[in-house]
């Protein structure tokens, strides 16, 4: 079963009846949640418009549900966008033309926003104004539209990417970290109340322990145990039931998928520990260079199975023992830290 956390428009649908609706619902991001509170409320003491929001983070913590909520707070109409699908300018000028007076606007992936639409961003931004150019050449004239005050809500996976005078405009930046397997609980529970499932306090802790510390993923396993326990058992989720699924979809009880296995048994097996290069270490697992950088390797190098080093990718000691396998004494020479535990070899 793939556990990366990004999701697709059928799952995008099916989160959509589990997000919380306010801020006292939404779970696991305390610091974010109290400071942008702040931020709500102080703005409609002032009966204004919040600041722009810069919400940074990886993929499936809940960026697009607390924009979600910021329009609830405000009790403004929401418009959501994404930076790859403003491909021009034009196209970012009929999105902002488009708004009313205190509307949010949610882009996605902002980092991805083409150059000409950041710069008119820019001006939407700071002067809630958008100048439309009209002509070509010399002859081309600007012409300035003023826009409705809004808030913009960035959400990004690499706010390194993003250019600087882009991300000082946001008045407020929150940074989302993954979750507690506590928190995950929480949040499992309530999603099998909001489904109608019969989930035991031992078949949640189960499921949070699996899920990379990310409420997408909680709740896509949620769903899939569900599917186990209907067909295959007496409905109920007990811790029984919620281990059995998961060994059948492949996901390991500390949430490694088959990719992540692949990526750790090819480096161990196949290359003796590395250093291995990340072309030849896709290639070896038969999938693309990106898909291993950017969906198997931030879990792996988080958990500590994984190094990345200027010669190439190095597994662990805690790799070896993960996947039951005994290090050769000479796995990651020539690399400082990879030296593997001397108990290893007791």
């Known amino acids: 079963m793939d556990v990366r956390a990004v999701a697709d428009p059928d799952e995008r649908a099916a989160e959509s009846a589990l997000r919380p609706t306010s801020l006292e619902e939404f779970e696991g991001q305390p610091r ?73 606007l ?57 250019p600087g005078p882009l991300r000082d405009r946001f008045g407020f930046t929150g940074q989302l970290d993954f979750y507690a397997a506590a928190d995950l609980d929480h949040i499992v529970r309530r999603s099998a109340v909001l489904l109608g499932v019969d989930l035991d306090p031992e078949g949640a802790a189960e499921i949070a322990r699996r899920s990379r510390g990310t409420p997408r993923i909680a709740n896509r396993l949620l769903r899939r145990v569900r599917d186990f326990a209907e067909v295959r058992g007496s409905g109920r989720l007990t811790q029984a039931v919620a281990a059995a699924a998961l060994e059948l979809y492949e996901v390991d009880a500390i949430g490694l ?4 296995r692949a990526v750790l048994t090819a480096v161990c097996k196949r290359f003796a520990g590395g250093p291995v290069g990340l072309s030849t270490l896709a290639i070896s697992v038969g999938e693309e260079r990106e898909t291993v950088e950017e969906v198997a390797e931030p879990f792996l190098v ?45």
């Not at 974010?32 to 722009?52: C, F, I, K, T």
């Not at 150059?115 to 010399?138: I, Q, T």
């Not at 003023?146 to 913009?152: C, G, K, S, V, Y």
């Not at 990345?308 to 004494?329: F, K, S, Y």
């Open 302 to 346: 988080r958990e500590g199975f994984l190094m990345r080093t200027p010669r190439g990718r190095v597994a662990t000691p805690a790799a070896w023992q993960h996947l039951g396998l005994r290090p050769p004494r000479d796995a990651g020479a020539g690399v400082p830290g990879a030296t593997p535990d001397p108990d290893l070899f007791a």
């Open 257 to 260: 998928d088959r990719l992540d």
């Open 32 to 104: 974010v949640a109290e400071q942008l509170g702040l931020v709500l409320a102080a703005a409609r003491g002032r009966g204004g418009v919040p600041d722009h929001v810069l919400l940074s983070g990886p993929p499936g913590l809940g960026k697009t549900t607390l924009a979600m909520i910021i329009a609830t707070e405000m009790t403004a109409p929401l418009r959501i966008s994404s930076g790859p699908a403003i491909q021009h300018a034009g196209d970012l000028a009929a999105i902002l033309s488009g708004l009313v007076e205190g509307e949010v």
């Open 106 to 162: 949610f882009l996605d992936e902002i980092h991805r926003l083409s150059r000409p639409a950041e710069e008119m961003l820019y001006l939407a931004m700071e002067d809630f104004r958008v100048d439309v150019v009209v002509g070509k050449g010399p002859g081309a004239t600007a012409i300035p539209i003023e826009i409705p005050r809004f808030t913009l809500v960035g959400a990004t996976t690499r706010a390194g990417l993003l």
